[in-house]
């Protein structure tokens, strides 16, 4: 149970609700205290599968925040998310609008001040917001305030308030960025809501009916589907009508569109306006999951009556928003190809969803789940106690609300894996890469890689996320207690990709560790088959002993963690400091070692 008690109705005649016992029964959470349901929140919206890497980056860390309890900030996805939590032990109405109104500080300290003027615990959050925003890598900019009790008009007055300032502020220091700001109280509806999301697949479950001019039937083992078109002017109607919830299959939102010839929505809405005899021959299409269908045949105009029942569009989010964000409809010429799926196997369900959406970063990961080396690493990792791994594929929703407690979540493997082998700019900054790019993928994925070299490399990076975590509690629960130590090592391990920076920094030293030559870092492993748990307890005391010294790698963060060159140099200077301090901590030194093989 968190040290914060979430309100929740326990008594016999009032069950406790879905979403509530399953954030409850994230026992992984209760550390990070009043911050835990904006995690749990994050990780329904987005399908976050690993909270401990988000929690991390994530989380600020004291009471000099700016009202900024999280900032979370995605740029393969091109969105940011800024939230103020709030936990009631009692049962209100509605929760303190003041908390709400909180948040126009922080964005306006996010967004507005120089850098140099922030403090320590927001500074680097900033930074890396307004560079994204400045690159045009955040298109989408989310405020939240949630919390444990019902949602009020007076809070969400309050939110478009923070709205206003957040637009007024984008517009004076960044001018016409095309970042769409959304302020949202995240209360129990909205999280029962989208907790409901993730347990059906379809939220839109209305009865429609379409004449189309033909199409044919299809089947398979445990699905059927209809092909056929249908005109824009519907799925324009139906948008407007539903908005974002006909996507609730759909790993992606509409993204929006931007005047000019690169941007696919833009060319979307163009050839509607300009050519929409053609769209659908120039469309691929889309793919809408439905309850149930049929198909009629009109008896005088030899045209069908195609009726659906349910209605989640698998792909053609963009094709949607495009067409619905037209300022006039397109002609009722103007048709789109559709098909149409009904299936009851819900794990096929989600494969098609995956499969659909191939085409997206998101799931770049997914390309790789069937090649050799996933398959091989997959099976390898079998052999290991309490260790989970699905080779390349990323979790569905149910890993997002419950936690596989084993699992070692594919983008993360990739992330630690590039960051052991001295690539932490690529860990911190091309996630997504590590899977869609040969050349990087293979570099970190390759006939050397095996699974417990996998579980050596992971384990370290979660000793690293691990002291961070106690160093940010311990300065919020006893702030008085933090020794010059410790303020120094906060500092560092505020900056973001500090913690991926400092992987590499310790793979660096392995030879220090053990006392005796690597040739290959590749087959660095533990002794033995040791679970990832057990991996980072031995991790944890050589973070510790060399923490201290992480001010000697301040110099790679001079303009943010983009230089391979500055990386290099700060972690040779860290290497060498590690080996002259080794005499003085040669019994744990000898105590890892004997941990440690070649495997």
Known sequence: ?????????????????????????????????????????????????????VAAEAITDGCDDKKCDIVYIDLDDGYAVVAQCYNSSIKKLSAPSNKASDLNTAVTWLLQPEISKLPDRIKFSAQALRDGISNGQISHLYIWYIHNLPESKNVQ??????????????????????????ALEVGIECLRDWYNDTQSPIL??????????????????????????????????????????????????YLGSKSSDSNIN???????????????????????????FSATRALKSGRKKFTFSGMSIVNGAQTTGAIASLETAPPQSAKVPVRFIQTDNNDLVYDII????????????DFRSTDATQRRLKADMLTIPEAEYEGGRRGGPTDAIRRRPNLLPSYTVGQALAAFHGDPIVAYNQKSDIWSSDTLYSKYFNEQ?????????????????????KLVNKAKLNPQ???????????????????????????????????KRVPNSFRLAFTGKISPKRGEQIWAEIVELNLPLTLHLEEAFTDGLKSQEKVKGAVAKFKTLVEVTASSNAASYKKFAGNISLV
């Not at 709205?163 to 960044?174: C, G, Q, R, V, W």
């Not at 163009?270 to 999951?289: C, E, I, S």
């Not at 995956?354 to 990961?365: E, H, I, L, P, Y």
């Not at 010059?484 to 560092?492: E, G, I, Q, V, Y």
Request: some cysteine; glycine content about 4%; proline content about 2%.
């Open 354 to 365: 995956r499969f659909n959406n191939s085409q997206n970063k998101v799931t770049a990961s």
């Open 481 to 515: 207690e933090l020794t010059d130590s410790d303020n120094k090592n906060l500092a560092f391990l505020r900056r973001r990709g500090s913690i991926f920076l400092l992987v590499t920094a310790f793979a660096s030293c392995m030879e220090i560790f053990c006392n």
């Open 266 to 292: 833009n060319s979307i809405k163009k050839t509607a306006q300009d050519d929409p005899d053609n769209f659908w021959a120039y469309n691929n299409g889309l793919t809408v999951l439905v309850n149930s």
């Open 157 to 182: 007055s309050e939110l478009r308030a923070v709205e206003a300032t957040a637009n007024s502020a984008l517009k004076t220091n960044f001018g016409d960025c095309g970042v769409k700001v959304a």
């Open 449 to 469: 890689t095996s699974a417990r070299h996998i579980v050596f490399a992971h384990s370290l990076l979660r000793a690293v996320e691990s002291s961070k975590i």
């Open 1 to 53: 149970m968190l040290k914060t008690k979430l309100i929740s109705s326990s008594s016999a005649e009032a069950p406790k609700e879905a979403w509530l016992a399953a954030f409850e029964s994230r026992t992984d959470l209760t550390s990070y205290a009043e911050n835990a349901l904006g995690l749990f929140a994050l990780a329904l919206r987005f399908n976050l599968d690993d909270l401990a890497t």
């Open 204 to 253: 839109v479950t209305d009865k429609f009916s379409i004449t189309v001019d033909d199409g044919f039937e299809v089947s398979g083992p445990d699905w059927k589907g209809y092909v056929t078109s249908i005109p824009l002017q519907f799925l324009r109607k139906e948008y407007n009508k539903y908005k974002t919830k006909l996507f609730s299959a759909n790993v992606r939102d």
